[in-house]
């Protein structure tokens, strides 16, 4: 069992920045790769970027690259989502998800077996 805590959402304006995190913990075996979605109101869930732990490569959805900044700090079990220039349209659900095994660098929700409960990010305009 995986528990994962996101922190870090809220309310900014057009431009703005925000940093997401998730705490890991409750897990036997870390799992090697750790995950951001985010999902809109009325649209499907989509993957934003994704880091695996003992390699330390990133990646990341391509409409996301340049603005979003994916790191994890191993030491501290936790993963963060360094967001910049926020848009309106950023306003989402963001989750954070663990998975085992290497699946490169795929960003699909069923690749990922642990979720968090979520955290708000709100942008206006």
């Known amino acids: 069992q995986v528990l994962l805590v996101e922190s870090g959402g809220g309310s900014v304006q057009a431009g703005g920045s925000l940093t997401l995190s998730c705490a890991a913990s409750?897990?036997?075996?870390?799992?090697?790769?750790m995950a951001w979605f985010r999902q809109a109101p009325g649209k499907e869930r989509e993957g934003v970027a994704a880091?695996?732990?003992?390699?330390?490569?990133?990646y990341y959805a391509d409409s996301m690259k340049g603005r979003f900044t994916i790191s994890q700090d191993n030491a501290k079990s936790t993963l963060y989502l360094q967001m910049n220039d926020l848009k309106p349209e950023d306003t989402a659900m963001y989750s954070c998800?663990?998975?085992?095994?290497?699946?490169?660098?795929?960003?699909?929700?069923?690749?990922?077996?642990?979720w968090g409960q979520g955290t708000q990010v709100t942008v206006s305009s």
């Open positions: 409750g897990y036997t075996y870390r799992p090697i790769r």
């Open positions: 998800a663990a998975g085992d095994g290497w699946v490169g660098a795929s960003l699909r929700s069923s690749d990922f077996g642990y």
């Open positions: 880091a695996y732990s003992v390699t330390g490569n990133t």
